[in-house]
């Protein structure tokens, strides 16, 4: 299967002569779920904004869909993240807004006509089943319900890759494995996933191949 | 708001104040008239060789002869008040005089004061009375108030414009969070601005909406409180309201200010 996502000795640093990545190379498949693991600080966080291109690394190439995206303006980025859903950690909710309106906001940004995106909202938060939920603010959701809604909104525009960061942080096990088994579905239906965790519990329930760092270095491509 | 609308609202009164002048230096020079004074008992024969050497100027219009009657009955009906005045005196103090319409754009020639001058030596006539001098008063007065105001108005705009960059500012910083999942959901560059942009366009054009609310409120009351107790000066101060043009010109500035105002602070504050 081709490669989704090619890094090549990419290198990173924010301030001398600390390397927060250092000469990481790795190629992730179309349609593969891997994990990247590693202790706090080892880079995962800086690895994914690479990949996102929130970050731009100090040295190297990263090549998304066969395209190098350190060479799209920067007013052209927005096209690259059409593309991917991106969870955080902080689950960077809008807490202003309804669970309808935060889930939509990626489908808001492509234009999409209310009533079709009113559909595509639903159907995703049926999925997460929190569609009973939809007309509710965030702040009265608990903290799994709010983490699945920044999962329909990574998810609602069916992107070709998922990116999620420590996106069981701070959840009970049993919250932690129904999330992560959302994301084996999204991938069941074609889309790249990438989740930075360092919950070794989820790595050996659910790994199919785990990326390692350590101090900002690759240190195990493994296939489990 | 208030500053936006105070200094649209300054150069709105100064525009209204110089619209006046301009209307009265307009009127003024429309019935631009010059009157030949005569002398007292001047026969019939002299008078119509003075009316003859007047009507043969090419600056003059229409010519007219007004009696030392119809001069005093003139001032009775101009000035009420002082016709004890005259009664007092006994006699009709006016002489007999001959006004002379100039025609149009004549009088911004140069040729009608050598003309005037050249009438003061016609014999007969005792003086000449040329109210060019209002006009042009009138006129520098109207030009001194829109330079005024729009000095004022400029100083207060420029002080509106960073009012506007800070509150788009404080917009965006307030909505960072927001902002920052745009820019991660895919949002374009234009996406993410156009309210911030559209956001000071509505400040500045309310902000002048409101002022022309205002200067139209301050033109119908302001007479009625000062009422005839201001006499000639009331012409001068009953403003007449903006033309539609220099309304739109007003909103239209007050939109171009919010639209500069929030792009600077976008620009400055907005790193997409």
């Known amino acids: 299967m081709a490669d989704m996502i090619e890094l090549y000795h990419i290198w990173k640093q924010y301030q001398k002569p600390v390397w927060a990545l250092s000469d990481i190379t790795l190629q992730v498949k179309k349609g593969e779920f891997c994990f990247v693991s590693g202790p706090s600080g080892s880079g995962k966080t800086t690895l994914l904004k690479t990949i996102f291109r929130e970050l731009v690394p100090t040295h190297g190439q990263i090549i998304i869909a066969g395209k190098n995206i350190l060479r799209i ?34 489908l808001q940004v492509l234009g999409m006509p209310r009533k079709e995106m009113r559909r595509r909202v639903f159907n995703t ?23 699945r809604v920044a999962i329909a909104r990574a998810v609602v525009n069916n992107p070709r890759i998922i990116l999620a960061d420590e996106p069981t942080g701070n959840l009970d096990t049993e919250l932690a494995f129904e999330i992560i088994g959302l994301f084996k579905e999204i991938n069941r239906h074609g889309a790249t996933v990438i989740i930075c965790t360092h919950d070794k519990e989820i790595i050996r329930r659910f790994a199919e191949r785990v990326l390692f760092l350590h101090s900002g270095k690759l240190i195990g491509k493994e296939a489990v | 708001m208030t500053i936006i609308c ?31 004074f005569l002398e007292k008992g001047l026969s019939p024969s002299d008078t119509e060789a003075v009316m003859r050497t007047i009507r043969s100027s090419p600056h003059v219009g229409q010519v007219r002869y007004v009696t030392p009657q119809e001069a005093l009955r003139r001032f009775r009906q101009r000035f009420p008040q002082l016709q004890e005045v005259v009664a007092g005196l006994g006699l ?22 050598s003309f005037i001058d050249s009438m003061r030596r016609v014999k007969g006539i005792e003086d000449i009375q040329f109210n060019r001098d209002w006009v042009e008063r009138m006129r520098s007065l109207s030009r001194l108030a829109r330079a005024v105001g729009f000095f004022l108005g400029g100083i207060l705009v420029l002080a509106s414009f ?25 949002a374009s560059n234009v996406f993410i601005r156009v309210p911030f942009l559209m956001e000071g366009i509505a400040i500045g054009v309310l902000g002048s909406l409101l002022s022309l609310a205002l200067i139209y409120g301050v ?16 012409e001068i101060v009953n403003f007449r309201y903006l033309s539609v043009g220099q309304c739109l010109s007003l909103v239209a500035g007050g939109a171009v200010m919010g639209f500069l105002g929030s792009l600077s602070s976008l620009a400055r504050f907005l790193k997409i």
């Open chain 1, 73 to 106: 303006p920067g007013s052209r980025i927005y096209q690259l993240r059409r593309q991917m859903g991106i969870v955080f950690q902080d689950f960077r909710l809008i807490f202003h807004k309804r669970v309808f309106d935060n889930v939509g906001v990626p």
């Open chain 1, 125 to 147: 938060l049926r999925m997460v089943n929190l569609h009973h939920k939809i007309w509710e603010f965030p702040a009265s959701l608990s903290y799994g319900e709010q983490q």
């Open chain 2, 6 to 36: 105070l200094s649209f609202l300054i150069i709105g009164v100064f525009l209204s104040l110089s619209n006046n002048l301009q209307f009265l230096a307009r009127q003024l020079s429309e019935n631009l008239a010059v009157v030949f």
């Open chain 2, 92 to 113: 009709n103090p006016f002489p007999p005089s001959v006004e002379a319409v100039l025609k149009d754009k004549t009088a911004e020639s140069a040729d009608v004061l």
């Open chain 2, 162 to 186: 960073f009012i506007i960059s800070n509150v788009i500012r404080l917009n965006v910083l307030a909505r960072k969070n927001e902002v920052e999942i745009l820019r991660l959901v895919g």
């Open chain 2, 219 to 234: 033109i119908r009351i302001f007479p009625v409180y000062l009422g005839s107790s201001l006499g000639v000066l009331q």
